[in-house]
């Protein structure tokens, strides 16, 4: 039956006006990707796909090939917790757990830890899934000043909740920023409970690649929590959260995206343990990659990055996009971020380590060309 009314038109007429409109567009493999969070190239790795494959086909003989259920109904696999457990191993935690995506992880920490009689402290430039879930809690929630110790010191001087929780990220997916060391301090100086989310800094970022915690030298205390994903640096797809064991056991027996969703893919699983295994056996070398191709980028658009995403103000939405199709006409995919996503419309290059360093250095001396370029120039 064809559907003759639009319900939305007046709203995606006025989405378009603002160049907000957001389309798909199937993934053309023939651009040189500068727009994915497969930072370190290991969704494409040779040698960390054929041992998934090997791991996955060894399981199979033995094992369902698919999880079939929720892990506390039956399905939980060998594959999950040996993952966990190499995790937590390799980061100093406790406990952890994995689930299906990042976005479910922040919706199970905040939903699920932050309870009637708490404080939430939120950064305001935290990820939306997590703004998301303060719209469920019956609790108080101060979004405070981004990456600001001063204000987040004031506002737990001023509390005087029984539980307060600190949500923050090890790197800021748009802003590219690196946590200030002096949250995770204070935090620690009033006993709260730490979130980090470290979706974009766990495997770029550290002594031993394994982000924010690690860069800083942080010794894991029984507040920390640290959640990542596996579908950024660990080329897969899920996401995962460490912490003490009871709160591991608190998330277990509340958080609806554990309690009520299918567990984690078990191919997926693997992969994001082989390639845990490959960021820590090729550290050194892959923290000599990450250096130059952030040589380049400061080199050729000043821009100094903790991690491997480039954020580039240009503040036209229309110009943006101008840029980004221009580029792909010479064989580069870039981001092309707009509001609400950013305050001001940004060219996204992602420095993945796939990426070499004469294409990268080809690519933002471009984009510092296409930047002083009227939008009515770039769009010829």
Known sequence: MKNTINYYNNELKALKRSGRYRERHLRNNDLIDCASNDYLGLAQNAEVRQKS????????QTHPHAPMASMLVNGYHEAHYAFEQELCRVNG?????ILGSGFNANIALIEALVR????LFIDEKYHASGMLATKYLDADVVIFKHNDP??????LQKST???NIVAVEGIYSMDADLLDKEIIEIADEF???LIIDEAHSSGVIGAHLMGAYDYHDITIKPNHIKMGTLGKAYGSFGAYILASSHIIDFLINRAKPIIYATAPSLFDTIMGHESLK????????IKQNIVSHQDIVYQNLDIKVAGLIVPIVVGDNNKVIMIQNELKELGYHVGAIRQ?????AIIRVIARLNVSTNELDFVTKKIKELLLCPAEEVAR
């Open 150 to 155: 001063q204000a987040l010191r004031y506002g």
């Open 191 to 193: 006993e709260a409970l």
């Open 278 to 285: 490959y960021i820590i056996e090729h550290s050194e070398k």
């Open 340 to 344: 609400p996503t950013v305050d001001k």
């Open 93 to 97: 935690f406790e406990e952890g757990v």
């Open 53 to 60: 494959i090997a791991a996955y086909e060894c399981y199979s």
């Open 161 to 163: 909740s029984r539980r």
């Open 116 to 119: 009637r009689g708490d404080t």
